[in-house]
């Protein structure tokens, strides 16, 4: 089933590919930026593949590709940088090698693939949805503190990604020279890193699934333990949630005494029965159980 998936995947993208090909003027430049947009998507699926990630799906438009692979989330933190650096070290191999060709023979079309491929690997880098950057920074932040100060925090410097853009975008209309392809950018990161923000916490919940799927797979699991004061609410506890570790949260009072012990599996439990209560409300309904 999955390979008759993975053979749809291939074939639509294919045709997608051709359509797109005989609907653009055929322009070098233009070619060339679809042909690496390409070879960096399949340097991100070669490289997926060979972490135990299998493509199920890609989608390829006249604004770009995006490859959907499975499992990605049970990959440790390294091999899931080294997987969205893939695609843009891809380009910057291919820039270089331009780069000397150029030097030694002077052909054109040489400089014309060198500057496209420096570019889609530097625009990649920025730290901003749906860009590979950002989910690189997601990991760094992640790793220092939680997975929900990771999205939150890469969601802000989108956002003020999104207004650099918009402060060029307006700058280049002053002086008469519009570039529709910022707007369009900043947009597309506007609109991604809504979208980010919204399904979040729907990630968040659904960790506990993918955990338990990795306990299985790797018979252990990292722990991580955080006191937290007893008038937090319960999706504060939330944003603590480390998602590559089982979470257990000791509640304390005032006196940093200990009140109760909560674990991840409880929290979500929680939520979804009672909603966003403090910790000492929660307890209370507990202890009247």
Request: glycine letters at 4%; one cysteine or more; hydrophobic letters at 50%.
């Given at each position: 089933m999955i390979k008759d998936n993975m053979k749809r995947s291939y074939t639509l993208m294919i045709i997608e590919v051709i359509v797109l090909l005989l609907s653009i003027?055929?322009?070098?430049?233009?070619?060339?930026?679809?042909?690496?947009?390409?070879?960096?998507?399949?340097?991100?699926?070669l490289v997926g593949n060979k972490l135990g990630c299998k493509l199920y799906n890609i989608k390829f438009s006249l604004t770009g590709a995006n490859a959907q692979l499975s499992d990605l989330d049970d990959l440790i933190d390294k091999d899931k940088v080294l997987l969205y650096l893939s695609g843009p070290m891809s380009n910057l191999i291919i820039s270089i090698i331009m780069y000397i060709l150029y030097k030694f023979t002077?052909?054109?079309?040489?400089?014309?693939?060198?500057?496209i491929n420096m570019w889609l690997c530097i625009f990649n880098l920025?730290?901003?949805?749906?860009?590979?950057?950002?989910?690189?920074?997601?990991?760094?932040?992640?790793?220092?503190?939680?997975?929900l100060n990771g999205k939150k925090i890469t969601s802000i410097i989108s956002y003020i990604v999104?207004?650099?853009?918009?402060?060029?975008?307006?700058?280049?209309?002053?002086?008469?020279?519009?570039?529709?392809?910022?707007?369009?950018?900043?947009?597309?990161?506007?609109?991604?890193?809504?979208?980010?923000?919204?399904?979040?916490?729907?990630?968040?919940?659904?960790?506990?699934?993918?955990?338990?799927?990795?306990?299985?797979?790797?018979d252990f699991m990292e722990n991580k333990s955080v006191s937290v004061f007893y008038k937090n609410a319960l999706l504060d506890l939330m944003r603590l949630v480390d998602r590559n570790k089982f979470n257990t949260f000791y509640i304390l009072d005032e006196e940093l005494k200990l009140i109760s012990i909560l674990h991840e599996d409880e929290l979500l439990e929680a939520l979804k029965t009672y909603g966003n209560i403090t910790l000492e409300e929660y307890n209370e309904m507990k202890s009247s159980l």
């Amino acid at each position: 089933m999955i390979k008759d998936n993975m053979k749809r995947s291939y074939t639509l993208m294919i045709i997608e590919v051709i359509v797109l090909l005989l609907s653009i003027s055929f322009e070098s430049k233009t070619l060339v930026a679809v042909v690496s947009i390409l070879i960096h998507e399949f340097t991100h699926i070669l490289v997926g593949n060979k972490l135990g990630c299998k493509l199920y799906n890609i989608k390829f438009s006249l604004t770009g590709a995006n490859a959907q692979l499975s499992d990605l989330d049970d990959l440790i933190d390294k091999d899931k940088v080294l997987l969205y650096l893939s695609g843009p070290m891809s380009n910057l191999i291919i820039s270089i090698i331009m780069y000397i060709l150029y030097k030694f023979t002077n052909i054109q079309i040489f400089e014309v693939v060198f500057g496209i491929n420096m570019w889609l690997c530097i625009f990649n880098l920025i730290p901003a949805y749906p860009l590979d950057g950002a989910r690189i920074l997601e990991i760094i932040i992640s790793n220092r503190s939680s997975y929900l100060n990771g999205k939150k925090i890469t969601s802000i410097i989108s956002y003020i990604v999104s207004c650099i853009l918009l402060g060029l975008f307006l700058t280049l209309i002053f002086v008469n020279k519009i570039n529709i392809s910022i707007l369009f950018i900043l947009l597309l990161i506007i609109y991604s890193t809504v979208l980010e923000k919204k399904w979040t916490m729907y990630i968040v919940m659904g960790d506990i699934i993918k955990k338990r799927r990795r306990l299985e797979k790797y018979d252990f699991m990292e722990n991580k333990s955080v006191s937290v004061f007893y008038k937090n609410a319960l999706l504060d506890l939330m944003r603590l949630v480390d998602r590559n570790k089982f979470n257990t949260f000791y509640i304390l009072d005032e006196e940093l005494k200990l009140i109760s012990i909560l674990h991840e599996d409880e929290l979500l439990e929680a939520l979804k029965t009672y909603g966003n209560i403090t910790l000492e409300e929660y307890n209370e309904m507990k202890s009247s159980l």
